[in-house]
């Protein structure tokens, strides 16, 4: 850092203190927010935590300030957090920004218009993210990570602070995706089934009215959510609202909903087209798609197995790995065909040891009982209309759709 004198110190923390009093008297929510955007970086606020850190006494100016004196809480811990953050003291710089911000909402209740929600939005992303670093910090000190979760209890403060009648609670959904990131950062998305209880059916919320960025973050959580319990036509809708309604201008934010939106389309017997893997770098599915098409076995496990990792922090591995049911029916149907072409009055009687053959080539090993095992599965879970003749190994096929499409329907396995 260059030499800052005193005197260029005073006028930097007066010039600020000047302009946070002109935003809160204007009631300019956007050139409040910018003031506190602690982790932003920008110029501006670097050199006003660099004057911080040379004029010490900020406190005695804030006092001095007639404009600013009944904003002194948010204030001097805000100066705190500044100081802190420019030293790199995630920790403290977290602690007192905290202190700022519990001193921000009791003043943001006062208000009667939602004039400040912008200044309240990037409290609740910077109080997150600044929990995110300071648990950092702690776990290489050694220390019990808590920091995170001490943000999602004030985020919880802020939404119950916006779950009222008045105009601010259409700020009530971005602090909800907020404190969905928090809870599965924690692993602990659970928690996130009482805030979902009031945004969808409390009377005071009407979803329509909230703004569209935030809808379209809310219901990718949620059909996330519903991917994790397993509920795919939920899921589907969501997460096809989300990609609907999202700017398609921000690719790397379609790539986030396609990959949880692809595994459930696979679900339902939907399958992606290559362009769109390809577009959105979602390669890894590729081989998954091929499977399904191919009724290769043996292409879905190696898929899962090379990008096993990828699919397991993105919490679509169990998800994928189900799909073994559908290629099951691919390969099945794929001999149905081919027997077909040979033998059409004999087409819909399968031998099970066709099917063992069929795999061996595949380089699965599975006994007739084993394949009869699965048959039944598919013919119970109704990929497959049929039934067996156990004395001759044979699974009898129906002469009218055999094979019958998931048609947007979940395989319950």
């Known amino acids: 850092m260059a030499y800052l004198s005193m005197g260029e110190a005073h006028r930097r923390i007066t010039d600020y203190l000047n302009r946070f009093s002109d935003a ?18 920008s110029p501006a606020l670097l050199s006003l935590a660099d004057a911080l850190n040379v004029f010490q006494d900020f406190n005695r100016l804030i006092k001095q300030s007639d404009n600013d004196s009944q904003f002194g809480e948010i204030l001097v811990h805000l100066f705190r957090a500044f100081q802190s953050y420019r030293i790199g003291n995630s920790i403290d710089s977290y602690q007192a920004f905290e202190k700022s911000a519990n001193a921000f909402i009791q003043e943001f209740r006062n208000w009667d218009t939602a004039w400040a929600l912008p200044a309240l939005y990037v409290i609740a992303y910077e109080i997150r993210v600044l929990a995110e670093r300071a648990d950092k910090e702690l776990a290489s000190n050694g220390k019990s990570p808590e920091k995170l979760k001490g943000a999602g209890s004030f985020l919880m403060k802020v939404f119950g602070v916006l779950a009222g009648k008045g105009p601010k609670r259409v700020g009530a959904l971005y602090v ?14 659970h928690l996130c089934r009482s805030v979902i209880r009031s945004i969808e059916t409390a009377r005071i919320f009407d979803f329509e009215e909230f703004p569209k960025r935030d809808k379209v973050a809310y219901m990718y959580y949620t059909g996330r ?18 990609l609907k309604h999202c700017n398609p201008q921000r690719e790397a934010n379609t790539r986030m909903i396609l990959k949880y939106l ?4 696979l679900s339902l017997g939907i399958l992606p087209n290559d362009w769109l893997l390809e577009k959105y770098n979602l390669v890894e599915y590729r081989n998954v798609v091929q499977a399904l098409k191919r009724g290769d076995l043996q292409l879905l496990r190696h898929a899962l197995e090379e990008h096993e990792d990828r699919f397991l922090r993105s919490g679509v591995y169990l998800v994928l790995e189900k799909l073994e049911l559908q290629v099951y029916q691919r390969l099945i149907k794929k001999i149905y065909f081919i027997q077909k072409q040979k033998d059409p009055v004999k087409a819909h ?10 795999l061996k080539w595949l380089e699965i090993a599975m006994d007739v009982d084993e394949v009869e095992c699965i048959v039944a599965i598919l013919i119970y879970q ?3 209309k049929g039934y067996f003749a156990h004395k001759s190994k044979v699974v009898v096929l129906s002469k009218q759709d055999p094979f019958p499409k998931l048609n947007g329907k979940p395989v319950n396995s």
């Open 262 to 265: 692809i595994p459930v389309k």
């Open 382 to 384: 109704n990929l497959v």
């Open 349 to 358: 009687q399968l031998k099970l040891e066709v099917i063992v053959k069929a």
């Open 176 to 189: 909800t995706c907020q404190l969905f990131k928090v809870y599965f950062k924690l692993g602990t998305v």
């Open 24 to 41: 809160v008297s204007t009631q300019d929510g956007a050139s409040l927010k910018n003031l506190l955007s602690l982790s932003s970086n």
């Open 225 to 242: 959510l519903e991917v994790f319990n397993e509920n795919f036509p939920a899921a589907d809708h969501k997460l096809s609202y989300a």
